[in-house]
């Protein structure tokens, strides 16, 4: 399985990004398609995920702000960021969540910068 995130940036506050992740190489039912995000010093915290069924989730923190979406015909998952703020400056991931045992699976990461 290879994830490759894309689209982080350096932004000021209120501005959009959209990040998006190329997913090869899935041969196994997926459960959920997701992002998290990991800041200096802090865990690494769910962002937005996606089941197979189409229904999403979202962390308080960005509901509202947040959207993700996908294109199985292209394997790919986005997240769109709008009103971006200081606090959701990290590292963001995307992950792959297998329905059988429920192994993930995690791209290299992308950088998203707000600043304020």
């Known amino acids: 399985v290879r994830l490759v995130e894309s689209g982080g940036a350096l932004v000021q506050a209120g501005g959009s990004l959209r990040l998006s992740c190329a997913a090869s190489?899935?041969?196994?039912?997926?459960?959920?398609r997701g992002w998290y995000r990991q800041a200096p010093g802090k865990q690494r915290e769910l962002v937005a995920t996606l089941t197979s069924d189409g229904s999403s989730n979202y962390a308080d923190s960005v509901k509202g702000r947040f959207t993700i979406s996908r294109d199985n015909a292209k394997n790919m998952v986005y997240l769109q960021m709008n009103n971006l703020k200081s606090e959701d400056t990290a590292v963001y991931y995307c992950n792959v969540q297998s329905s059988w045992m429920k192994l993930d699976y995690w791209g290299q990461g992308t950088q998203v910068t707000v600043s304020s």
């Open positions: 190489g899935i041969s196994f039912t997926v459960k959920t």
